[in-house]
């Protein structure tokens, strides 16, 4: 182990799970309900990366799209993608086997995401990583993983995903 480097940190999305187009899909699909969707160039131009809120209130400053509705899309899309990663989120070896590697070596392995709690839980548990992990962060908050797996404490606020580590 490289005495200078203590921890590695992941992004979830597009790194360890490849799940940027499941978020697009989702919300389109939640959107479609109410006559709207996001083209794949504005999604990859404007879009991609952002957590849910911050679409709907460029969807609401560009498109008109209702505040009212923003709730109720939040809570569809989540619906949603939690129905494509039960069909789609598998264990990918690589993953596995580097992470495993890693912590061997002695490295605190963290994953950062602005996916919500629920939706981290879930597919780094189907994907066989989050056993792997240490610390997992979500908008600005740091949390432990449990040893026994059966819940999650709050660490403490962090100023950025990745900065708030190494500080």
Not at 14 to 40: C, K, P, S
Not at 42 to 65: C, N, Q, V
Request: glycine residues 4%; proline residues 2%.
């Amino acid at each position: 182990m490289n005495t200078n480097i203590k921890a590695v940190i992941f992004d979830m999305d597009g790194v360890l799970i490849d799940a940027r187009d499941w978020h697009y899909e989702a919300l389109n699909q939640a959107l479609a309900l109410f006559g709207m969707a996001i083209a794949r160039h504005e999604h990859l131009s404007k879009f991609d990366g952002l957590p849910t809120r911050d679409k709907l209130a460029i969807l609401t400053a560009e498109k008109g799209f209702p505040t009212a509705l923003h709730g109720f899309i939040n809570q569809l899309k989540q619906k949603y993608t939690l129905d494509i990663v039960f069909r789609h989120c598998k264990p990918v070896f690589q993953h596995e086997f580097a992470l495993s590697e890693l912590r061997k070596e002695g490295y605190r392995l963290a994953v950062a995401s602005n996916s919500i709690r629920d939706s981290i839980e879930i597919m780094l548990s189907r994907a066989n990583l989050l056993d792997k992990l240490e610390f997992f962060s979500l908008t600005r908050m740091w949390f432990r993983v449990s040893r026994h797996r059966k819940y999650i404490r709050k660490l403490s606020p962090g100023l950025d995903y990745y900065l708030s580590s190494v500080w």
